[in-house]
């Protein structure tokens, strides 16, 4: 890693400290309120973004990609905090990070790449709306009677004019310098106006105190019995897929915008290895934040330094500086946040929509849609099912036949398009057992058996002939396909010389 940091241009270098700074600052509100979300208190969240973030950043397969404490994560741990407590968590958690090492292990960091683009559009639209609505709470103060209200009047305008400033500052200062990250001038500049005028605005201070000590090694306080494993096991499972589909999604919109490429499997360990620290030294956990990786992106920080300045930074935060960084207001920490939804979200998906396919479309707006209303994980599997589903349906319809009758007699059936579970229906109506001739010949070599339920297929067809006193020729199929045909038997005549040598998604049907 010396070698590395040395090697690094020394502008390079700099924007790699500043926007690690920059995102240390906007991780502190964030982990303080999904700390809350989590029913925990607020130094489990912050330790969480410091241990995650630092581990993450050293050794994970995305360099500039920030790990921390995320909202996805804090609601599912909600009810087991509820129900049987705090220990319970972080045990949960340690189990999460086992299966996400095992995850990277095995390598299913690559099945990252069945999301089609469409679902990629909808989750971080979805995303981009979720960061947004996250800050709205911002816009709430203190009531009489000791609960939180919407602003109003004067106190609403004050706080819509300084997110405005904050926002104004990181659009229109790169235009003349970009030697410190916007950002983190907004939040400075920002934050010395409301100090310096006294203004009333919310701090982060008020959210709660961020001091404390160094995260402290203990064995999560739980009897180590079957009845707290089938307990855990739910939520870990949970956990672990919810984190690593996003920290892979996240991975492949900073590979995306950084025209570079991570690597999801060793991500996978990263992630692994950090929730299982995490876990054993008081931390609730994490994965990647979108909205933070793309302020350090923004912000110039590409390299491991970034982010690991970002966790050393956040730590000094708690140890020795939590009285500074409490008197930083929520307006400028809203106004970064706001800043990162306009450049999140694609804006693009709207004039594209009425030029995709409707189905792709319906995808985009659906994931979006169950993002905001559950989580991202679920939304990406129900948009990753159903766009599944709309290719299958499609295909169903490709399949087809040329029929002629050879020189010795024979029916063929030339077969065009791939047989599986979408097609099997109209594979079976393309024949006519009992008005073909005695012998018939189906030819595969236009077309790929592509699961088990097109192998059933053509043992049921081979099936109907045997049972109409015909005899059915099958070429052209795999060896595969051939040991796979029982009811068929010996009447797979074979063709090594132009035999195909495709794999059918299938171990055996016996």
Not at 375 to 401: E, M, P, R, T, Y
């Amino acid at each position: 890693m010396f070698e590395l940091l040395r090697s690094r241009r020394p502008a390079s270098f700099k924007d790699d400290l500043l926007s690690g700074l920059t995102v240390a600052l906007a991780l502190v509100p964030e982990a303080i309120a999904f700390a809350f979300v989590a029913g925990v208190n607020p130094l489990v969240g912050l330790y969480a973004a410091f241990m995650v973030g630092l581990i993450t950043a050293s050794i994970g397969g995305r360099p500039g990609m920030i790990s921390g404490a995320t909202g996805a994560l804090a609601v599912v741990m909600v009810d087991l905090v509820a129900s049987h407590g705090v220990e319970y968590l972080f045990a949960a958690v340690v189990l999460m990070g086992l299966i996400q090492m095992l995850a990277g292990v095995l390598r299913l960091g690559k099945f990252i790449r069945i999301v089609p683009h469409p679902v990629m559009l909808g989750f971080v639209n979805g995303l981009a709306i979720v960061i947004f609505l996250a800050q709205l709470s911002n816009f709430q103060a203190a009531s009489a009677g000791g609960g939180m209200e919407w602003m109003s009047g004067d106190g609403l305008w004050l706080m819509l004019a300084m997110v405005g400033l904050t926002m104004a500052i990181i659009h229109y200062l790169p235009r003349f310098t970009t030697a410190v990250p916007s950002s983190l001038v907004a939040i400075v500049v920002v934050s010395l106006l409301v100090i310096g005028l006294g203004l009333d605005l919310r701090t982060v201070g008020d959210l709660a105190s961020i001091a404390g000590g160094f995260p402290e090694f203990h064995i999560p306080a739980v009897p180590f019995s079957l009845e707290t494993l089938w307990v855990i096991l739910p939520y870990s499972i949970i956990l672990a897929a919810i984190g690593l589909i996003e920290s892979l999604l996240t991975l492949s919109l900073i590979d995306e915008i950084t025209e570079t490429r991570g690597r999801g499997n060793k991500e996978c360990v990263a992630q692994g290895v950090a929730n299982t620290v995490t876990g054993m030294f008081g931390g609730m956990g994490g994965c990647a934040m979108i909205g933070q990786s793309m302020i350090n992106v923004n912000s110039g920080g590409r390299s491991r330094l970034s982010g690991i300045t970002a966790a050393l930074c956040l730590l000094a935060f708690i140890l020795f500086a939590s009285d500074l960084i409490e008197v930083i207001p929520l307006a400028a920490l809203t106004g970064v946040m706001f800043i990162v939804v306009l450049g999140t979200f694609e804006w693009s998906s709207f004039r594209i929509m009425g030029k995709i396919p409707r189905s792709d479309a319906f995808v985009l707006i659906l994931v979006s849609a169950v993002t905001v209303a559950t989580d991202l994980a679920i939304a990406v599997i129900v948009g990753v099912i159903v766009s599944a589903l709309v290719f299958a349906w499609q295909h169903a319809k490709h399949i087809n036949v040329k029929t002629f009758v050879a020189e010795n007699g024979s029916k063929v059936y030339e077969l065009h398009g791939p047989l599986f579970f979408g097609s099997v229906h109209s594979f079976m109506e393309l024949f006519d057992p009992r008005s073909d001739p005695d012998d018939v010949v189906v030819e595969f070599q236009h077309s790929r058996v592509v699961d088990h339920s097109g192998l059933e297929a053509i043992d049921n067809l081979a099936e109907r002939y045997l049972n109409a006193g015909k005899i059915l020729h099958l070429r052209h199929l795999s060896p595969e396909c051939r040991q796979l045909l029982h009811k068929a038997g010996n009447l797979v005549e074979v063709n090594v010389i132009e035999d195909p040598t495709y794999h059918v998604a299938v171990d055996d049907l016996a």
